[in-house]
């Protein structure tokens, strides 16, 4: 059985930095891309952002760009995001998210409030 479980979220002021954690187990986590997704109350998933099985090819979308970076350690099955210059905007429950895109099985989430 799939499962993700997220953890890292917290309240963060504007400018702020976190880093998210997701530990994989239940599939062979090496050979799987996996993606970050959020969502904000009332708004649509966004997918933010991806990262191939082998952690060279990534994706990242604009709204994130130069502030989120993506990585994975396969030796711990363990997806990361790291977040800077943390926006109002970037408050969401996050998700990670096994496969290339933001349809896949999805953890628990980890929520981001981000307020002064």
């Known amino acids: 059985e799939v499962r993700l479980v997220e953890s890292g979220g917290g309240l963060v002021q504007p400018g702020g930095s976190l880093k998210l954690s997701c530990a994989a187990s239940?599939?062979?986590?090496?050979?799987?891309?996996m993606s970050w997704i959020r969502q904000a109350p009332g708004k649509e998933i966004e997918w933010i952002s991806a990262i191939h099985s082998g952690g060279v090819a990534k994706y990242i979308d604009d709204s994130v760009k130069g502030r989120f970076t993506i990585s994975r350690d396969n030796a711990k099955n363990t997806l990361y995001l790291q977040l800077n210059s943390l926006k109002p905007e970037d408050a969401a429950m996050y998700y990670c998210v096994k496969g290339w895109g933001p349809y896949g099985t999805r953890g628990q989430g980890t929520l981001v409030t981000v307020s002064s």
């Open positions: 239940g599939f062979t986590f090496g050979n799987s891309d």
